[in-house]
């Protein structure tokens, strides 16, 4: 298995809900990141998880959560967002931060906040 | 602070018409150098990685070169199927794993 799945594809929301985004992988990869994209722009890095710790936290506001239940899994908790986080939510993997084979991501979540 | 310039910014090409990518880099210790292809709506897709100055690798067209400033991705004889957004991004030689990512090359390649 050499892919990282994510769930859902397509998400819209109101800016009251909760919700989740999930991310999956089975390549014993020991780094996971999050990385929002908007539209026209590059990825741009909100977390790091380095052997299911959090090592890097990009001054991402409070109302997005990430977590890290175990080594294949990593989810983000989504509570009262605003229309502007609308995006595509990119997760991705490595074989650890400090080796450089390079990511592999998944499909995204598209996000939508109305 | 480490900085990734692509340009150009887009690309328009005939079918079987040859050009390049660049990517001007800015970075304190260079880890690696990376190539990633995205179609609209999707996840990047990884291409290749360099890891120091004078080292090329090729798949099918395309061709990544690295220099101590600058990559470039050629791009032989394109078909209208290589359409895509092409981003370059480099990774330091700390361990935090962060990719800096530059602002991409949109690709149209025309029948």
């Known amino acids: 298995d050499t892919e990282v799945t994510q769930t859902p594809k397509h998400l819209v929301m109101g800016m009251t809900n909760k919700k989740s985004l999930k991310c999956e992988q089975h390549?014993?990869?020991?780094?996971m990141y999050w990385y929002k994209q908007k539209a026209k722009k590059p990825p741009e890095l909100m977390f790091v998880y380095s052997y299911e710790k959090l090592s890097i936290n990009e001054s991402v506001p409070s109302r997005f959560s990430p977590e890290c239940p175990n080594s294949s899994l990593l989810n983000l908790h989504l509570h009262a967002l605003q229309p502007e986080d609308s995006a595509l939510y990119l997760c991705?993997?490595?074989?650890?931060?400090?080796?450089?084979?390079?990511?592999?991501f998944g499909s995204g979540t598209r996000l939508t906040v109305v | 602070e480490d900085q990734v310039t692509q340009s150009p910014e887009a690309l328009r090409l005939q079918e079987g018409e040859s050009s390049s990518l660049n990517c001007s880099y800015t970075v304190s210790g260079l880890r690696g150098l990376f190539w990633y292809r995205q179609d609209p709506g999707k996840g990047p897709e990884f291409l290749f990685t360099?890891?120091?100055a004078g080292e090329e690798k090729e798949k099918e067209r395309l061709k990544a070169t690295l220099t101590k400033k600058e990559s470039f991705l050629h791009i032989t004889a394109p078909k209208p199927e290589d359409s895509a957004t092409y981003l370059c991004?480099?990774?330091?030689?700390?361990?935090?794993?962060?990719?800096?990512f530059g602002q991409g090359t949109t690709l149209q390649v025309k029948p």
């Open positions: 991004a480099v990774q330091d030689t700390g361990n935090t794993g962060k990719l800096i």
């Open positions: 360099l890891y120091s």
């Open positions: 390549m014993g990869h020991r780094a």
């Open positions: 991705a993997s490595s074989q650890g931060p400090g080796q450089v084979y390079g990511y592999t």
